[in-house]
């Protein structure tokens, strides 16, 4: 059972670049959600999505697209990658059954934009 | 919107030794979770507790909803339980504290 799983694990970019980072879950869950992690800032919400076909923002959107075309899938873009979005991503995903199932988290993509 | 207060930041402890960490929030919340970031990066799920107190092994939260507060229990610490614990707040979408980086040398 594999969980969250994020791909990749790691990456470089330079800036103006584009790139898809990909979170698939095998748990049935409705809820899916992307943060970024900055040294001393804690996790900071993205955009999220309550089911299939829905996308929501977080805290910290700009810069970032997503999409949720599969419920399994939680696709991150970032379409001009800036030094800013130097970053460590998580996805993570939840059961529906109301705000207080609890959130699991895939392993982190580290990505590094030059 | 929602404010999330984490202390204390840093903390060191001998193993064996009992800790308390502090969550307060700025607003009404149903929905509140403990998580521990391990020093390898993975986030585990510790306990989901908008209200009331919940005891899982060594570790035990309870959440003052009327006040506000949230406090996690370690005792008898062990050197696995080194990492970040984050208490994060809100409703479908969470907002996170900055964390308190735990310590614990054998």
């Known amino acids: 059972n594999a969980g969250v799983t994020q791909t990749p694990k790691f990456r470089v970019l330079k800036t103006g670049q584009s790139m898809t980072l990909l979170c698939a879950q095998d748990m049935n869950h409705e809820y899916m959600y992307w943060y970024r992690q900055d040294p001393g800032m804690g996790l900071r919400l993205i955009h999220y999505?309550?089911?299939?076909?829905?996308?929501a923002k977080g805290e910290v959107p700009d810069g970032y697209n997503v999409s949720r075309l599969k419920k399994q899938n939680f696709l991150l873009g970032l379409e001009s990658a800036a030094p800013s979005q130097t970053s460590v991503y998580f996805c993570a995903s939840s059961p529906s059954g109301g705000p207080g199932k609890p959130q699991h988290f895939g392993d982190g993509t580290r990505l590094s934009i030059l | 919107g929602i404010q999330v207060e984490q202390s204390p930041p840093d903390l060191i402890l001998q193993e064996g030794a009992n800790s308390t960490l502090r969550c307060n929030f700025s607003?009404?919340?149903?929905?509140l979770q403990w998580f521990h970031q391990n020093p390898w990066g993975q986030l585990i799920n510790l306990f989901y507790i908008p209200s009331g107190t919940k005891q899982n092994g060594r570790l035990s939260a309870t959440t003052v909803a009327t006040e506000r507060y949230s406090l996690l229990y370690i005792s008898s610490s062990q050197t696995t339980d080194s990492g970040v614990y984050f208490c994060a707040v809100g409703g479908t979408a969470l907002i996170f504290g900055k964390g308190t980086t735990l310590s614990v040398s054998s």
């Open positions: 999505s309550v089911g299939e076909g829905t996308t």
């Open positions: 607003d009404s919340v149903n929905n």
